[in-house]
């Protein structure tokens, strides 16, 4: 019995000091990493999110990049879970950077009246886009509804989470490049 619970101890102390050698909370190991590019991932569908796995109903914390990799091309989206603030992104994997070209729609009630050469989102300070420019738009019974396309977009995922599993919508749901 002594052997035994000695044992257990030694064991626990040993899976507690390889975790803490990861740098991340007890709590985040089990549910998200953070790896160290983005680039090196198999090809596969992924979540990266600013804050670690929630334990509530949502299906991500803080903002988010859900997308597609294939090779070193990444198609998804960014944005906030469960709000109408979010960024088509398609472009290459460069280290803990996505770089490349973003759509977003601007509709009535979440409207981009004015697209300045160069910002960060307001919203964090993850994601530059610049040269940005009217690429469509449609008069609906609602209001104007316009396609802004970005040539140029850096988002950082630089300290972010990788999900075990993707919860977002997929971004072949929320973004059309066929406009």
Known sequence: MFATKTLRIFLMAAIATLIAGTGLPMSAVSQATKPKGIETLADGDYQFCSQPVPKDWRDGAGACFSFAKRGDRLDGYYGFPHSGDL?????????????????????????????????????????????????????????????????????????????????????????????
Request: charged letters at 15%; hydrophobic letters at 40%.
């Open 87 to 179: 960024v088509c992104l398609r472009g290459r994997a460069q280290r803990t950077q996505m770089i490349g070209q973003a759509l977003v729609i601007s509709w009535p009630g979440h409207t981009w009246s004015n697209t300045p050469p160069m910002f960060q989102w307001k919203l964090d300070n993850y994601l530059t886009l610049n040269s940005g420019y009217v690429i469509r738009s449609i008069k609906e019974e609602t209001g104007p509804v316009a396609w802004i396309q970005f040539d140029a977009a850096v988002l950082n995922l630089d300290g972010f989470y990788q999900y075990p599993e993707v919860k977002m919508s997929s971004p072949e749901q929320l973004c059309g490049w066929d406009y």
